[in-house]
């Protein structure tokens, strides 16, 4: 269980005003695209969050940020979500799947940070298992820390890889550990691995925006939507 950690204070992810209006005008873009995936498929994303302990002091933001996210994607259509979290001792849950923004909403209101170790390779092993009954688009992942062995992570996250399912590592902090855990997942499943911290909410909500156009209309949504964080997110997935 990581102790709380200094966040850090990059001045790209610093938000400015000019990025707030560079967002409202991504999300009024998203807002325009068309409904559904290529084919009239539904997206499926499956969001996972880290809920130990180390991740309290941020919480509450968090989770408005995660629910923001959701109430504004959602009016592109065609995006099911399953919410995954860890926690505690041995904890680790999945919701149903779900396609409406408030019960996911909802469902994230009830998670409570408790103490324990990061249990990353569950979430990994469980989008396997998802992958196998249906596809999946694209899986996000919020979290601060890791404390699990690299190389067995990353033999999960190249079957995930083979799969054509991107992973999204949305780091918390500057943790060392957690930047080459996440950088390596990110890598090996072609999605992409950005930090955040306290002062660059307004950048994470644009990031988590820009995965869940990405989720509902693949690659080319994303290409089309502009805004920071789609290009932010395509050029990360193109290392």
Not at 1 to 30: N, Q, W, Y
Not at 102 to 115: F, T
Request: glycine residues 12%; charged residues 25%.
């Amino acid at each position: 269980m990581k102790a709380p950690t200094k966040r850090g204070t990059d001045a790209e992810l610093s938000p400015e005003a000019s990025a707030d209006r560079e967002i409202d005008a991504f999300i009024e873009r998203v807002r325009a695209m068309p409904r559904g995936t290529a084919g009239g498929a539904r997206g499926r994303l499956i969001f996972s969050m880290d809920a130990t302990m180390s991740r309290q002091p941020a919480w509450d933001r968090a989770q408005h940020l995660q629910a923001r996210m959701f109430e504004e994607t959602a009016r592109i259509g065609g995006l099911d979500v399953q919410l995954v979290f860890y926690r505690g001792y041995n904890e680790c849950k999945a919701s149903r799947w779900v396609s409406d923004a408030a019960r996911l909403a909802s469902l994230m209101s009830r998670v409570e940070c408790r103490g324990g170790y990061t249990q990353i390779g569950r979430v990994l092993g469980h989008v396997l298992k998802e992958a196998g009954r249906s596809a999946v688009s694209a899986v996000v992942h919020v979290g601060d820390a890791c404390e699990e062995d690299i190389d067995a992570l990353s033999a999960r996250a190249g079957e995930i890889g083979l799969l054509g399912i991107p992973v999204f590592m949305f780091q918390e902090g500057a943790d060392p550990d957690a930047a080459r855990a996440f950088a390596e997942i990110a890598r090996l499943t072609g999605g992409a691995h950005c930090r955040f911290d306290e002062g660059s909410a307004a950048r994470l909500r644009d990031l988590l925006s820009a995965v869940a156009v990405y989720a509902a209309g693949g690659r080319p949504a994303l290409e089309a939507s502009g805004g920071a964080g789609a290009r932010l997110l395509l050029e990360r997935m193109g290392r």
